[in-house]
């Protein structure tokens, strides 16, 4: 990829502006807030996620007070090794999934898309179990390419087919993805069933951060590395939200930019599943959310789109930790009936405006 096709030109910001003309997703711009109002709710909304962050640390079957910690070797070992990554591992996923969700909006062009309605979390999981079926001892890092070409694939098929419908009516790309995405995972779950991996299948496609210790997560930084190259070619994917005439006409290669989305996309899928499961509805909810507060355009909104899906997960798994203490509910389970409530929230309310 061409240092041109990330860098933003003059033109690009042009359009991008909310002034710009619209379609798709970027059609529901907001005007811009001042800059000081801004700054003052970004530092709240840092703030936040710091005071959950700070929670997340302490909140645990494992005793850990913040009074002592600094001078007991096993609370030292169990914030080191247990607390702190699961916390890091919590935000890298949040921030990486929410991220993920708005370029995939972009790029179909709807807002009710994601990696969980569009078939790639399904495909991920369908590469790590072929994967696991080729090489059965291979490395993390061997299941995670896997997945993520599987992931594009599963990706591209989607776009390709949401392309050749005969109407872009905005609940229909949502639907085909979920079929796809269950045909795709009752084929996963007959391989597994057959090989005995569906334990396995299931620890994949079932966030669950207890699991997540020093040595199991570190995966996850090169998602937090993917999202920020997402956020350095954001100008790029609003444009192609614009359409693929609008994108040519800028001189951008609008290929180029879709494959350059599909792969963002891709990989932080993969990476989160394979490393502590699929984790539902965030790329979906936190983006619809977001571009209620702060409008469409990337650059501006992916900044909270990342708190928004860090603060999401840090609370879903507050709630996964306390709620039957000290037993735990997986995080995914949590995360996917909040997210289901507030992703059919979402359809009604957009069937009521659709009215």
């Known amino acids: 990829m061409s240092a041109r096709t990330l860098a933003p030109s003059r033109d690009v910001r ?20 001042g800059r000081a109002a801004s700054a003052g709710l970004l530092t709240l909304g840092v703030l936040l996620v710091a005071g959950l962050t700070g929670i997340s640390l302490f909140v645990g079957v494992g005793q850990l007070h913040p009074a002592t910690v600094l001078h007991d070797e096993t609370q030292q070992m169990l914030l080191v090794q247990s607390r702190v990554p699961r916390t890091v591992a919590l935000l890298l996923a949040g921030a990486a999934m929410a991220v993920a969700g ?40 061997v299941r995670m390419a896997a997945a993520s070409a599987a992931a594009l694939v599963g990706s591209a098929v989607f776009l390709r087919i949401i392309r050749g419908l005969p109407t872009r009516e905005t609940l229909l790309v949502p639907l085909v993805g979920l079929m796809l995405g269950g045909v795709v995972s009752a084929a996963t779950t007959f391989v597994a069933l057959r090989t005995d991996l569906m334990q396995s299948l299931t620890s994949w496609l079932t966030a669950d951060f207890s699991v997540v210790i020093a040595g199991r997560y570190e995966l996850l930084w090169a998602a937090g590395a993917v999202t920020l190259l997402a956020y350095l070619a954001a100008d790029r994917f609003t444009v192609a939200g614009l359409g693929e005439d609008v994108t040519t006409s800028l001189g951008l290669d609008y290929r180029a ?9 891709s990989v932080v899928t993969a990476v989160v599943v ?15 959310l977001v571009a209620l507060w702060v409008g469409d355009h990337a650059r501006r909104s992916l900044v909270w789109t990342a708190l928004g899906g860090m603060a999401f997960v840090l609370l879903s798994d507050l709630v996964a930790r306390t709620v039957v203490a000290p037993a735990e509910i997986p995080l ?7 997210g289901a409530g507030l992703f059919l929230a979402l359809l009604g309310r957009q069937v009521v405006r659709a009215r």
């Open 14 to 33: 042009q359009v991008t502006d909310p002034a710009g003309p619209s379609a798709g997703p970027v059609a529901g711009v907001r005007p811009r807030r």
């Open 102 to 141: 708005t370029i995939m909006q972009l790029l179909a062009r709807n807002r009710f898309t994601e990696p969980s309605t569009a078939g790639t979390t399904e495909f991920a999981g369908l590469g790590i179990v072929a994967a696991t079926l080729v090489v059965p001892d291979a490395p993390l890092i």
């Open 257 to 265: 930019v879709m494959g350059l989305g599909l792969a963002i996309v």
């Open 274 to 288: 394979v490393t502590v499961g699929a984790v539902p509805f965030i790329g979906l909810v936190v983006p619809n």
């Open 332 to 338: 995914g389970t949590v995360v996917g009936v909040v």
